[in-house]
Structures are given as C-alpha cells and as structure tokens.
C-alpha cells in the first residue's frame, strides 16, 4: 500500500473542504480558494477525527500511481490556503537586476531590452534586493512554473556560473581553456 496515500491529511483550523460529484474538490482557507478535479476512481472521504482519507479500489498499477499523487495534490491544496508557497531565485551576473512594476517583474539579462514577466493570477513578485527575486503564491503549481519560466530566460552556464538560478542550487563548475 502506498505509505504516502495511506495518511490521512488533518484539516487545520479555518480550512473548510468541499467534496463534490466527479471527486471535484474545493479548498478554502484564509488565504484564498483552490479547485481541482480528480479521477472518479479514487475514493476521497472526510471522516469524524476532521481528517480526508483517501483510498483507491483496486491494486491495479493505474490506482495504485493515483492513490498517493491524489493524496499529495489535496495536502498541497490545504498547505496552499493555510501557509501559501514561494520560491527564491537569485540572479548572478554584471548588471543583472531585478525590479517589480505593479504585477509586472522587470529584468535587465544582459539583452538590449530589459525582459518583462507578467504574473499569473494568484501570484506575487517581491524583490527584497536588486538581484533576488521572491515568487508566493498558494498553489505550487503555478509558484513552480512561474519560477520555471523566468529562469528559462537565463539558465546558469557552468563557466562562469551566470544566470537566474533557484536559491540554494549548486551549479556544476567547469574548468575553462588553458593558455599555454
């Protein structure tokens, strides 16, 4: 049984959550509201303790990969209302800066333009230093690809460790050309 889909997701205070036809559940919390439909095989059910228990109706390998991701996306749900997710990117490199502009984060790459990232709906740019960025948000999805994607505007090359990189990622180091 899979160890991840067995525990049951305790529902915090001020959390309320919806369980509708078609496994269509809804999450809301102090944060804000997330939807999201789920596959009608599982059974999701809110038991007497406040807790969802999630479980699958046969040891086949399509419910058996289903049972913890459903369990995984609906705690991810509760953490999102209640705490909220962000991600930190550092840009590295000579006049590489970042600027927010109402929803808009502004950044100057190294291109002759500086490079303009809308954000999606339900998320925030802070930029606490000209070259950290801060992407909240509540669902970790979004937070994740929003990240994704600005960091594809610059990956880190591995020479002289240039680019938009995650805060905390290590960046393999290559040695350059020697001169004789």
């Known amino acids: 049984m899979s160890r991840i889909g067995k525990a049951p997701i305790s529902i ?3 959390v309320t959550i919806t369980i509708a036809d078609g496994n269509h559940v809804t999450v809301k919390g102090p944060k804000g ?7 009608e095989r599982m059974n999701i059910e809110q038991n007497d303790n406040n807790e969802i228990v999630v479980t699958r109706p046969s040891d086949q390998k399509e419910d058996r990969a289903m049972h913890g991701l459903t369990r995984a996306l609906i705690h991810n749900m509760v953490v999102g209302v209640t705490q909220g997710y962000q991600k930190n990117l550092e840009l590295n490199g000579v ?7 109402g929803k808009k984060l502004v950044m100057n790459l190294g291109y002759s333009h500086p490079v303009e990232v809308e954000a999606l709906e339900g998320i925030t ?9 801060i992407i909240k948000g509540i669902d970790k999805e979004k937070v994740g690809d929003m990240a ?3 960091r594809k505007w610059r990956k880190p090359e591995p020479y002289l460790g240039k680019g938009i990189k995650f805060e905390g990622e290590q960046i393999r180091r290559k040695v350059g050309k020697t001169g004789k």
């Open 125 to 133: 740019f802070e930029t606490p230093a000209p070259t950290k960025v």
């Open 33 to 39: 509201q997330l939807e999201k439909a789920f596959n």
């Open 148 to 150: 994704a994607d600005i």
């Open 12 to 14: 915090p205070q001020g």
């Open 95 to 101: 006049g590489y800066r970042a600027s927010v502009q």
